[in-house]
């Protein structure tokens, strides 16, 4: 099977089985995760517990959703094919996982007391989670992302033992500026403003005042997460601390597994779209670098920083017992901040990362597909809404009628509405481009052991994006559309056929257009001549 290819690609026991720097240095330790069930949390949690196996034990911050307790989610979470080889290298890993209720969204992290005074022995915090939806209203995203970040952090100067707070924030966090360095830059807002703002406002008031504090912000989720950086820095109060930026994070290129992926953020929802033949059109300037980074590159990149963090800044000098908020001393060292991106070392636009996965995704068809592959990236904005219209809502209208008709249940036209939001809120990164810059990541791998650097590797300089584009859209099919690899061959006529079928349209339609253009030219020639 795919998967079972995939554990053969990584697993490497001569270095797996070696103990690094790293690994020793999480040896027994205590470790609080947020976010864990979301995308990188849970790679995170995977990670560490694999390759760090002597870890005491996890904490894991969950919520209860959708009339499901915690347990119940952890179960069905812990199911996730990405744990498979955890589970067969360590068998009662399970019972390292302490899961503690509680909700980012909720003041004090929905924490009771009796688990606030359970996780104060904890190592180290690794701060993931956050609303990561683009179109979350300012309430919301406020209270989940920045007030949860303050809390956690004030949370944190109640535990003695603490080495390190992982907070994970995003390459785009100031995406105002066309240069990104690795470095602190002034919030659109003060912390305790914003929060103060969605205590007193109602629902309206906020919606209506949400565009002014944007600025030019492109949504919620980057400008909370600005307000997030600057929440650390204030809050963090002499706390070994570090903020890690992921620019795109795609698929996983090699471990736990490769190309796995669960959501359809950025241009997985683009090549996911495309893929099963619904999106034909993008508003994207192909020239522009696409800054894409494969999952488990961020997780070993997040993995590493909380080590180096603890290394530097881990001695706690007592001050005074009785007042715990002064319990470190300060410290000169900025708060370092890592920017994990591609386009320092192996920049690649989004035209050529799209050539890339059509080559490879026409060689793996699948049947669950609405229509044969075509897409188009353009920068001009009245060809892309003539384009639009022709290649979604006009078939959309013709299809989803016919549906109605034979008594089907119409359903493109409520796909097309919601990729139009999708691509509302993608456009402004498909049509900019920014210059990063990672120096703290160079000199985190440089530090890195020999056995490190192969258990926790992050130097995107050898990534080959034409092999990884491979990974990335086979990891696409099998966990986004769950076609196994093994239906190709049988998918390959059905694949065809629509293919016949799209170029028999597209020729057609063509030939239509220069017969309606040559009568119009016939008719207009036939009337001068007539006089």
Not at 437 to 458: A, Y
Request: hydrophobic letters at 40%; glycine letters at 4%.
């Amino acid at each position: 099977m795919y998967q079972e290819e995939l554990f053969s690609m990584v697993e490497e026991p001569n270095y797996y089985n070696q103990r690094g720097e790293i690994a020793t240095f999480y040896s027994g330790k205590k470790i609080l995760i947020t976010g864990g069930s979301g995308f990188l949390g849970r790679l995170i949690m995977e990670k560490l517990l694999r390759c760090c196996p002597e870890i005491k034990s996890i904490y894991l911050l969950i919520r209860a959703k959708k009339q499901r307790d915690p347990q119940t989610r952890f179960k069905e979470y812990f199911n996730d094919v990405i744990f498979d080889r955890l589970k067969r290298e360590q068998k009662d890993v399970e019972k390292k996982i302490i899961l503690i209720e509680g909700d980012t969204s909720q003041l004090n992290l929905g924490l009771s007391e009796k688990d606030r005074e359970r996780i104060k022995d904890t190592d180290l915090i690794f701060h993931s989670a956050a609303s990561v939806r683009f179109l979350d209203n300012i309430r919301f995203i406020v209270n989940t992302n920045i007030r949860g970040t303050r809390d956690l952090l004030l949370l944190a100067r109640e535990m003695t033992s603490l080495k390190a707070f992982v907070y994970i924030s995003t390459a785009y966090s100031h995406c105002v500026y066309s240069k990104i360095e690795e470095k602190f830059y002034k919030p659109p807002i003060e912390t305790e403003d914003i929060i103060k703002l969605t205590e007193i406002l109602s629902e309206d008031q906020l919606d209506l005042i949400t565009p002014k504090l944007l600025g030019n912000w492109p949504n919620t989720y980057a400008y909370s997460k600005a307000i997030c950086e600057d929440t650390v820095r204030q809050y963090s109060n002499g706390i070994p601390t570090c903020i890690v930026r992921p620019s795109i994070v795609i698929p996983t290129e090699k471990e736990p597994i490769a190309g796995w992926i669960n959501n359809l953020y950025g241009i997985t929802g683009v090549t996911y779209g495309s893929a099963t033949g619904v999106l034909h059109t993008l508003y994207c300037n192909e020239n522009y670098i696409c800054d894409i980074i494969p999952a488990d590159y961020v997780v070993n990149n997040i993995v590493a920083a909380a080590w180096d963090v603890a290394q530097k800044r881990s001695i706690p000098q007592i001050i005074n017992l009785s007042n715990r908020n002064n319990k470190y001393l300060p410290v000169n060292e900025e708060i370092p901040i890592y920017n994990v991106v591609s386009s320092v070392q192996k920049p690649i636009t989004w035209g050529i990362m799209e050539s890339y996965l059509k080559i490879k995704g026409l060689n793996i068809p699948s049947k669950k597909v609405l229509w044969y592959y075509s897409l188009w990236f353009n920068h001009n904005y009245s060809f892309h809404v003539l384009l639009t219209i022709f290649l979604h809502w006009i078939p959309a209208i013709i299809l989803d009628s016919l549906a109605y008709l034979k008594g089907r249940k119409p359903r493109l036209l409520k796909i097309y509405a919601n990729i139009e939001k999708f691509k509302n809120v993608i456009n402004f990164f498909t049509l900019n481009e920014w210059e990063f810059t990672n120096d703290n990541v160079l000199k985190l791998w440089d530090k890195l052991s020999v056995v490190d650097k192969h258990n926790f590797f992050f130097n995107v300089s050898d990534i080959d994006w034409d092999c990884f584009s491979d990974t990335y859209i086979k990891g696409i099919r099998v966990y986004l559309l769950k076609d196994p690899m093994e239906t190709v061959e049988e998918s390959r006529p059905f694949y065809r056929r629509l293919r016949i079928a799209h170029y028999t349209m597209k020729w057609s339609i063509c030939a239509l257009i220069l017969w309606i253009f040559y009568s119009l030219l016939y008719s207009l020639f036939s009337s001068v001549f007539s006089f």
